[in-house]
C-alpha cells in the first residue's frame, strides 16, 4: 500500500467553479484503473471559489485572477503536488502568465483536447464554451493549423450557452437546461459539424441524454484521462469496467 516510485502528486486548482471541480475529480476516480482504495492517486485539490471571474476579467477588465491562481500553484506545490491540473478552460487563457511566475509543470487542459481532436480525425469541430475560450481563440490557435474548421455558435446562442453554465454553477440544471444544450449541438450538427467539443468544465453536467451524430469530445474527460496518465508514469489507461 505504499506509494510506488513511479506515481506523482496530484495538484487540481479547483473552485472554477465548485461543481465543476467535483465533477473532474469524480472522473479522475473513474479513469484510474484502481481495484482498490490505495490504487488510487494521491490528489490535493486547492477548492478556491474566491478567484476573480476569468470571464469578467476578459470581457470587462475587472479583477485580475492571475495572482490568486499563481497563490493557488504555490500552495499546492509546497503541499507537495509534483504537477498541477486547472479544471477551467478559460483559465488556460491566462496560463501563459502564470507559467512566467511559476516553476511548475501543468497538463494544459487545451492542448490536451485539441489533440484527441486531431487525433480523431475531425475535419469540422463545433465548439460550445464560455466567452473567454471563444473570444480568445484558444481551440482555433491549436486546431486552424491542421486544417480543421471551428465553428463558433452564434452571439445570441452564446447567451444560452452562458445560462447553461451558470444553472450548472448553482446546481439548479432542470429540463430546460437539458433543451437548450440539446439545441445548440444540434444547431452546430445541421452547419456541419462532426465533431462537438464540450468547452466548459460545466457543460458536461448539462449534457445528460442528448443524442447526436457528432462525435462529442468532452474536455473534463480528456484532462482526467492525462492527469492519470501522467501520475502512473504511462502512456495509456484501461479505464476500470
Not at 39 to 62: G, V
Not at 64 to 75: A, I
Not at 195 to 214: D, S
Not at 220 to 226: F, I, R
Request: hydrophobic residues 40%; aromatic residues 6%; contains cysteine.
Amino acid at each position: 500500500m505504499n506509494r510506488k516510485k513511479d506515481e506523482y502528486t496530484v495538484g487540481i486548482i479547483g473552485g472554477m467553479g465548485p461543481y465543476a471541480t467535483l465533477t473532474f475529480f469524480k472522473c479522475v476516480l473513474d479513469n484510474t484503473p484502481a481495484k482498490k482504495d490505495w490504487d488510487h492517486l494521491h490528489i490535493i485539490i486547492d477548492n478556491n471559489p474566491k478567484i476573480p471571474s476569468r470571464t469578467r476579467a476578459f470581457l470587462f477588465n475587472e479583477e485580475d485572477p492571475v495572482p490568486m491562481m499563481v497563490e493557488s500553484v504555490n500552495r499546492l506545490k509546497n503541499s507537495g503536488a509534483d504537477f498541477i491540473a486547472i479544471p477551467c478552460n478559460s483559465a488556460h487563457f491566462f496560463l501563459p502568465r502564470i507559467c512566467q511566475q511559476t516553476d511548475v509543470n501543468f497538463i494544459n487542459m487545451v492542448d490536451e483536447t485539441s489533440q484527441v481532436v486531431i487525433s480523431s480525425e475531425a475535419k469540422v469541430v463545433g465548439l460550445i464554451a464560455g466567452e473567454v475560450t471563444v473570444k480568445g481563440n484558444l481551440y482555433e490557435k491549436r486546431l486552424t493549423p491542421h486544417g480543421i474548421t471551428v465553428l463558433q455558435v452564434s452571439d445570441e446562442e452564446q447567451k444560452h450557452v452562458r445560462n447553461i453554465i451558470e444553472d450548472v454553477k448553482h446546481n439548479q440544471v432542470v429540463e430546460s437546461t437539458i433543451s437548450k444544450m440539446s439545441e445548440l449541438v444540434h444547431s452546430l450538427e445541421i452547419r456541419g459539424a462532426d465533431t462537438i467539443i464540450l468547452g466548459c468544465t460545466e457543460l458536461p453536467l448539462a449534457f445528460t441524454g442528448i443524442t447526436t451524430h457528432c462525435n462529442v469530445i468532452d474536455s473534463v474527460d480528456v484532462l482526467a484521462k492525462a492527469v492519470v496518465r501522467t501520475a502512473l508514469g504511462v502512456s495509456s489507461i484501461r479505464t476500470p469496467q
